[in-house]
């Protein structure tokens, strides 16, 4: 999730992982910068480094035999990665690891970590905080696609995932594509219901930013 609020899970979020960034900052380190497309771990590689993002959007994607990319969720600033096949002890990436925007990484051998993890107990408790704000995320993001229309996924997604508000505007960094893959749904079905909503007088756009014109309305569908 890419957005200027800083409410609810997103700031919290953000403060575990600015300690995250500094604590991988005083462990040995690799800086890469990889360019939008460049892949980063291929599926099959070994799991060998943990990466924190510091810049930039990563995606975790499928090719199916047709060739057709399966998206299974975006990494932003501030993230970490693989984080689950890390801590399961899965041993090789079962994605392709793939630049969706320019982005800037930490890595850290994972060795380092895990013994972190063990022996440290800072480190373990600000990995399960960590996870607990991702995971809650998830579960938002699971919850929003489990609507029976487009309509209330989209209205779900501004309330209680981006947290779009009617004083202010919000910048939604993320581009159509990517909303629209999370979303389970081609970038012109999510355009048009975008477009029905505005017409709808429910929210307001103006190019990347949003700001609710009816919550009350708009709470109705979901």
Partial sequence: MSTTNDRGEKSGLAKVS??????????????VTPSR???I???????????????????CCKYTFEGDEVNTRYFYRGEIFPEYLFLTG?????????????AKLILVATEHIRDLIKKDLGWN?????????????????????????LKSSIVYMLLEIYQVQEDEWTLINDSQQMLATKLQVSRPM???????LEKEGLIERNRT????KDRSKLEMHI
């Fill in 209 to 212: 930013r949003i700001r609710l």
């Fill in 18 to 31: 600015l300690e995250i960034r500094e604590k991988f900052l005083k462990l040995p380190h690799n800086i």
């Fill in 90 to 102: 899965e041993g090789e990436y079962i994605y392709n690891l793939v630049t969706e925007k320019d």
């Fill in 125 to 149: 408790n600000l990995i399960i905080d960590y996870m607990a704000w991702r995971g809650l995320l998830d579960q938002k993001w699971a919850l929003c696609n489990s609507y029976g229309t």
């Fill in 37 to 39: 497309g460049e892949v």
């Fill in 190 to 196: 999510f355009n048009q219901a975008l477009i029905k």
């Fill in 41 to 59: 771990f291929h599926q099959g590689d070994k799991v060998d480094k943990l990466g924190f993002i510091l810049d930039g959007v990563m995606k």
